[in-house]
């Protein structure tokens, strides 16, 4: 129920995170608005207009919540209500261990839950600065911030936000695909979400084969930097393809084109150099986009050394890839615990902009600053949720788990997707079985056990949280 005469929080992005701290005050009786600046004008990534657009790969990565940290966070962002994982879930496609979408049933799905709560008033236009009688702003505009906005942050924070470049991964048409050279398999023919242990499609590579995409790679032209570009790091979790081959012709072939776990069954006897792997983009299964393969390199470069892959010889690319710049706060300087802004603490910070990197991050990053809103909304007290947790940990990561950043400077302080070792470690090792360790080996079975035992402690002191939060969305 609203409470009489509430004045509404005002949220600026329709992103992920924006969308889901939306939908978080909103089902807690607050009303909002929330501004979002396309069409009248657009970013360098986007091409809709869409809520919660998914501008990179359509992969909320592992669903794994015993064993796997971002797992996890989907399991703890479905028990606080989550609109981004209700809309996930209902929009996946096969993606062996992954939670994978159909991005624009996805998108679709947010925008219509937004437009139909009748607390949130969607506005669109940009904000180039938030007015004085804005009391509570959320600024959720992720990684591709205005540059009026970018500059009136700088203005309240006294120093320059950071950035790094991010690159998108190319989308090929599934019937372009020559399945005579690729199969079909997921890695260990692992089953996941809606999958079947069959869901990727893998080209095949041998050695002569891998060092010449190699040769190609570092010899392609790449998008050139802007003066200004010049020295802007990449974020190491979404490398593109030609700078990891620049780090050393065996970094591919141990990261995204590893061949572990995968057989070709033409020829099963002969295992692959390397292997390229693609993965369903939409529900009709007619896009595939390619795991890992983001790129700098222009439209024809590409193209020409994309369709030197085995069984990719005669690719139709729905979207090449491509390469935009990223700006983050130096968030453990700059924020509180809150992720209100310390030196002007009207202005609440979520999503990407902070420092989190990876879409699920951002939005229980958005839906953490709604909590908050909630209770600064109603005269209620809050605490963090334990850093035990998911959501903890990359709060604490964010606001202040990276303490050298304080005094180092911003340059120290990188995005980061959540992990486990941003957790707090378990009081003592958990133990496993005998037949784990037949399974997978004594090292995995520990360590698959010590994860567990993480992901057990963190949903039972989410629960405790949850049940003493009075800031609870999901009336």
Not at 29 to 44: C, F, K, N, S, Y
Not at 230 to 244: H, K, R, S, W
């Amino acid at each position: 129920m609203t409470i009489a005469n509430l004045k509404p929080v005002h949220i600026i992005g329709g992103g992920l995170a924006g969308s889901e701290a939306a939908w978080q005050l909103a089902k807690a009786g607050v009303p909002v608005i929330l501004h979002e600046m396309r069409p009248q004008r657009e970013t360098a990534a986007h091409k809709t207009d869409g809520y919660a657009e998914l501008v990179c790969s359509n992969s909320f990565r592992s669903d794994d919540k015993d064993h796997n940290a971002v797992g996890l966070l989907h399991e703890e962002m479905r028990r606080l209500g989550s609109l981004i994982m209700q809309s996930a879930d209902a929009n996946q496609v096969p993606a062996g261990g992954a939670l994978a979408v159909d991005r624009d049933g996805f998108s679709a799905a947010v925008t219509a839950a937004l437009q139909s709560q009748p607390l949130i008033t969607l506005e669109r236009g940009e904000i180039t600065v938030p007015p004085d009688d804005w009391d509570n702003v959320i600024i959720a505009t992720g990684p591709l911030t205005s540059p009026d906005l970018a500059t009136a942050i700088t203005q309240r924070t006294g120093e320059k936000a950071l950035a790094f470049f991010d690159a998108i991964a190319p989308i090929v048409h599934k019937d372009s695909i020559d399945m005579e050279q690729a199969w079909f398999q997921s890695r260990y023919d692992k089953v996941g979400p809606g999958g079947t242990g069959a869901d990727y499609i893998n080209c095949p590579m041998n050695r002569e084969q891998y060092d010449a995409f190699i040769d190609a790679l570092i010899a392609g032209e790449k998008t050139d930097f802007k003066e200004w570009e010049a020295n802007t790091p990449y974020f190491d979790g979404c490398l593109p393809i030609e700078v990891m081959a620049e780090r050393g012709r065996e970094t591919l072939r141990h990261g995204p084109m590893k061949p572990f776990g995968l057989t070709n069954p033409r020829d099963p006897e002969i295992k692959p150099y390397a292997v390229v792997q693609l993965r369903q983009d939409n529900k009709l299964g007619t896009l595939y986009n390619m795991v890992g393969f983001q790129t700098k390199l222009k439209y024809g470069d590409q193209a020409r050394v994309l369709r030197s892959i085995p069984g990719l010889q005669n690719a139709e690319f729905a979207r090449l890839g491509g390469l935009h710049r990223n700006t983050f706060l130096n968030s453990p300087r700059l924020l509180d615990p809150f992720l209100r802004l310390k030196a002007h603490p009207a202005w609440r910070f979520a999503g990407q902009i902070t420092g989190c990197e990876g879409y699920v991050e951002s939005a229980s990053i958005g839906l953490l600053a709604a909590r908050f809103a909630i209770a600064e909304r109603r005269g209620e007290t809050i605490s963090p949720p334990p850093p035990t947790t998911a959501h903890g940990a990359l709060l604490a990561h964010i606001t202040g788990g990276h303490l050298e950043s304080i005094n180092a400077g911003p340059s120290s302080f990188q995005p980061m997707n959540v992990n486990f070792g941003l957790f707090p470690p378990l009081a003592q090792p958990a133990s496993y079985d005998k037949e784990d360790a037949r399974k997978y080996g004594r090292g995995s079975a520990k360590n698959r056990a010590n994860k567990s035992a993480l992901s057990a402690r963190a949903l039972n002191d989410l629960a405790q949280w949850m049940n003493g939060s009075r800031a609870d969305a999901a009336e």
